[in-house]
């Protein structure tokens, strides 16, 4: 039980400390209000996803989180478009995952 309290309150904070972050980052793309929750709820359920994926398969806690940096840089930014943003998110992530995939750094 002590377990699933750490990682609940893991979760909790890093949800909570940049999820703003994230909506100043919609905001800045120009997202509507509903794009922004959507985005949100997204992020959350695949974070949730992953986490209790990779934390079974690998038999320890793995916890799986969204670019807060990214994020930030995003929101600081201007003149991107929504789709110019995720598809930037997308290509980082899947570069991310073949850097892990192919132990190659």
């Given at each position: ?15 909570t400390s ?5 909506f100043a ?71 991310i995952l ?8």
């Amino acid at each position: 039980m002590p377990a699933v309290v750490a990682g609940f309150v893991a979760v909790l904070v890093g949800f909570t400390s940049s999820v703003v972050i994230v909506f100043a980052a919609a905001q800045a793309l120009g997202a509507t209000p509903a794009q922004a929750t959507s985005w949100i709820w997204a992020l959350g359920l695949g974070m949730g996803v992953t986490t209790i994926g990779l934390s079974w398969w690998y038999r320890q806690p793995v916890l799986t989180a969204w670019s807060t940096p990214g994020a930030a840089l995003i929101a600081g930014s201007s003149g991107f478009g929504l789709g110019e943003a995720v598809g930037a998110f997308v290509v980082c992530g899947v570069l991310i995952l073949l850097a892990g995939a192919t132990r190659a750094f």
